[in-house]
């Protein structure tokens, strides 16, 4: 009984990290992932910008690194916006 509530815990998360993922290239080039029904997205070579009613933070600017990559990452359905470019 014990190793059975641990395995289907397990199983659980993976089948609910899994629900909802699609990966789709966009018309700029990249690719788009949605992971948990929309909850987290990760866009690569996406230079355009964060929508109005989102809190965005650039990573650039963060960390003080150079060369923008263009990724962009939206979690809880777009409340919180991290791009960097």
Known sequence: MKTKLPLALILAATLSFLAGCATRTTPSGGKETTVLGGAVTVATNSFQ????????????KIV???NP?????TILW????LHDY
């Open 64 to 66: 003080g690194l150079g």
């Open 69 to 73: 990559s263009g990724t962009k990452t």
């Open 49 to 60: 910008p964060p929508a109005p009613q989102t809190f965005a933070a650039d990573t650039t």
């Open 78 to 81: 777009g409340l919180i916006t």
